[in-house]
Nanobody, 125 residues
């Protein structure tokens, strides 16, 4: 079992920055891919970025050049540095983890094994 807890969300003005953190606990040695997803009211949950234990990563086109995903395997933590935030970035951000269970990278949303509770990010002037 893996538990994920997100933190770092909040209210920020357009153009501002936030850094989200996701701390994993439990059987963290089994985690292969960790990802950040977000969901705005009335919209489907969408991929923001993900990263493998080896450091491979990918980003949604809408956040490329603005967001950076990082992972500290020793601390069992994944980060999402969000810069140049836009109102369209407003959403609940979720951390997800995929274990070494036979899935191949890139991991699809439905393949993730564990999800955090989410943290609210609001970008507004």
């Amino acid at each position: 079992q893996v538990q994920l807890v997100e933190s770092g969300g909040g209210l920020v003005q357009p153009g501002g920055s936030l850094r989200l953190s996701c701390a994993a606990s439990g059987r963290t040695f089994s985690i292969y891919v960790m990802g950040w997803y977000r969901q705005a009211p009335g919209k489907q949950r969408e991929l923001v970025a993900d990263i493998t234990s080896g450091g491979s990563s990918n980003y949604a086109d809408s956040v490329k050049g603005r967001f950076t995903i990082g992972r500290d395997n020793a601390k069992n933590t994944v980060y999402l540095q969000m810069n140049s935030l836009k109102p369209e970035d407003t959403a609940v951000y979720y951390c997800a983890a995929d274990t070494y269970s036979g899935n191949y990278y890139p991991i699809r949303e439905y393949e993730y094994d564990y999800w955090g509770q989410g943290t609210q990010v609001t970008v507004s002037s």
